[in-house]
């Protein structure tokens, strides 16, 4: 069982959190809770660790005294629960990431999970006692603190998972499973009873916020089933079925009988468009510009070139992060100066809509059903990309819900 | 070098603490740095800890899991400051208890220090680099946090020093040093520029707030040379003269050459009196009472019997601290009715007044003028201990700061 920062945002969620952990306890199960910092800790502590820095002079960076500071709110969650559980009559305790221990890497403030020996924890475990494990958090194999970014604390739930050989890794969150696509934009928007690691990783990595994309990564290598449901259901509610019905199942695609063709619709408007006009029209100058970019770590992600028919110049468009929007503009003026082109714009109005599902593999026509769909609406697609189980178009900003509802219900998703 | 929590407070007063820590570095000595939390955020975790206990039901209690979430703040301390270090170009790395280790026992929330391995901690010192150590806490030979009780950072800083054979350990608080009396109490009260162990034992013992008495008790020990000043103090003054001639050391007597008959005069009003009357005179009463409050864990401190002339009867005043007055009282009742004795009072209308100096071993008539001086003023004296180096009185709370004046004055100690 996993719980985010809103699940233990206070001593009364906390409690919340006990009672759904004491129904798995008394159903029989055998039990680790992974935890997060009470919501709101981490960001006061990333803020001091900023005002440490601020004092800088262009020395190293402390990622790993930020990971010292930062790691102290799951551990200080992780001591709270531990508590309330005994209060409320549970054998439990708390793991600090470097006593169970979690091995992680030194990539300090982003590190990833190595090793997760299973033999202290899982002797607790046995032994009858709940494990509370401060989630987000490692140790290096020198004995440093190490967080694993952002999110972590769904990584090292399904890590502990998969070490520890669980039936299922339970992610309580604050939304109550994976929907068809946003329920905010779209009202008929389905909640999914399973669905696949591989539609996942694309649903978490096209901005649909559920789980971290390593976590999904992670599942997906070790064959933990992920289940995501909300923290705010009846304790009662969620037992009185075995909790099988509640939430979603993240899992292999074999074990999805009834396959869709699409599964979900996402969309993302953390992209911005660079528009190159008017370049030499011979081999080299795309690795030159994306060399460039790769060098300056700017991730680029939809990428389409046109040849001009009248002069012999081709045009380029590309997609980045809206974050990297600015570097990636500086980065092509000087790669203008060297090779020279005509010109460079920057849109930052663009919206990224994709249709998702496992079934495309074997299906055809998707594509022509998203394009007609779209087309139905009057939505100009700008650049497309495609990969085995996902087609994303660019489309103005301006279009993104009625794009979104439009291909909704081109694929059925709110008649499931 | 120890900073507590007011000199630790927000990241502004951290960097502080960084320049004063820089300008040791700059004189070319090694430093470790004990560090408290930052100020208000143990009672933060403090009070988190109650209200998951209040969800209780009569089970055990959580001390493992308190220090878990308590120890936490230190460790947030001694990150940033390892990185405000760093962004002034100073090598150094946080520390924390299990990292060196500090092994303390199991005795949770109030742990006592076992060992610290040195070789750790030296040997980064040795490469060059300040550590910073997380104070109050260590970890149990199982594995676990232990905290060592509130101002148990004075107590990490001294064990610290002691474990590397430290020239000295200053600790920074926010008084620049002992002085003779309280300073609010008597304005012409002098700082003392070395005050014994003894002493100072005996200071801290009688509420002079400096020093907590565990790191008094393992500094003598060890022989290690406290520094107690202000951490408020300019950098640049405390440098000039090598922070000789600043605050005020604690050493072993035999370094202190100008050794004065009395150093200090201290009081106290955390204590109440009660006053037993007509106990039947015959062996096993005081057992019978004492042993009774020794067996709920209350501390008596000051006692005095005496007899009754007229009848075959005798009185007993004892004091107890305030905070146990009530349970005391309930404890004597018990007493009273097993033994059978007429009745009992108790006043928290009381205070403790002592003079201390290791002069006293060696010289006479001390009693004499605090006894002469009292009388002078008109103080009744109502209970009177003494230890080898100490005397006290118990006096109406009323003229508390009539006698520590007529006291400081009475041994000259206005004239130092």
Same mark, same amino acid.
């Given at each position: ?10 001593l009364e969620r906390i409690r919340r959190v006990a009672r759904l952990v004491g129904r798995e306890v008394e159903a029989g199960h055998q039990v680790a809770v992974v935890v997060s910092a009470m919501a709101g800790k981490t960001n006061e502590l990333v803020a001091w660790t900023d005002g440490a820095g601020a004092a800088g002079q262009g020395l190293p960076t402390s990622d790993d005294e930020y990971d010292v500071v930062v790691a102290s709110g799951e551990q200080v969650t992780a001591g709270l629960l531990a508590m309330t559980l005994r209060n409320m009559g549970v054998r439990a305790r708390s793991w600090l990431g470097w006593q169970i221990p979690i091995i992680a890497d030194d990539a300090h403030g982003r590190s990833r999970i190595e090793d ?142 009834? +396959?869709?063709?699409?599964? =979900?619709?996402?969309?993302?408007? /953390?992209? @911005? %468009?660079? !528009?190159?006009? #008017? ?58 100066? +060297?090779?020279?082109?005509? =010109?460079?714009?920057?849109?930052? /109005?663009? @919206? %990224?809509? !994709?249709?998702? #599902? ?59």
């Open positions: 069982m996993k719980f985010g920062g809103t699940s233990v945002a206070d997760i020996p299973p033999e202290k924890l899982g002797g607790a475990i046995d032994s009858g006692e709940v494990a509370v494990v401060a989630g987000f958090q490692g140790v290096t194999r020198d004995g440093r603190l190490a967080t694993l970014g952002r999110g972590g604390s769904d990584t090292s739930a399904v890590a502990v998972a998969a070490a520890l050989n669980a039936e299922r890794c339970d992610i309580y969150t604050d939304v109550d499973g994976v929907y068809t696509t946003d329920p905010r934009i779209e009202a008929k928007a389905k909640k999914l009873a399973k669905v696949s690691y591989e539609e996942m990783l694309e649903m978490a990595s096209l901005g649909a916020k559920v789980l971290q994309t390593r976590s999904v990564e992670l599942a997906m290598a070790y064959h933990v089933p992920v289940r995501v449901l909300s923290s705010f259901v009846e304790p009662g509610k969620a037992a009185a079925d075995g909790g099988e019905s509640a939430g979603t199942i993240v899992c292999d695609e074999e074990e999805i009988v009834e +396959k869709r063709i699409v599964s =979900g619709v996402a969309y993302s408007r /953390d992209e @911005a %468009k660079i !528009s190159l006009f #008017g370049l030499p029209d011979h081999p080299g100058v795309s690795s030159e510009i994306f060399g460039a970019l790769a060098d300056a770590n700017v991730n680029v992600d939809m990428i389409v070139q046109s040849h001009s028919r009248r002069a012999d110049t081709a045009n380029m468009e590309f997609t980045v992060g809206k974050r990297d929007a600015a570097r990636a503009m500086e980065i092509v003026r000087q790669v203008q100066q +060297k090779i020279g082109f005509q =010109g460079a714009t920057v849109d930052e /109005d663009v @919206a %990224k809509v !994709s249709v998702i #599902g496992v079934g495309m593999r074997s299906h055809a026509g998707v594509a022509k059903t998203m394009f007609g769909a779209l087309a139905e609406k009057g939505v100009n697609i700008q650049v497309i990309s495609t990969s085995e189980i996902k087609i994303s178009v660019l489309i103005d900003a301006a279009y993104t819900e009625l794009a979104v509802r439009a291909l909704h219900a081109a694929y059925g998703l709110d008649k499931l």
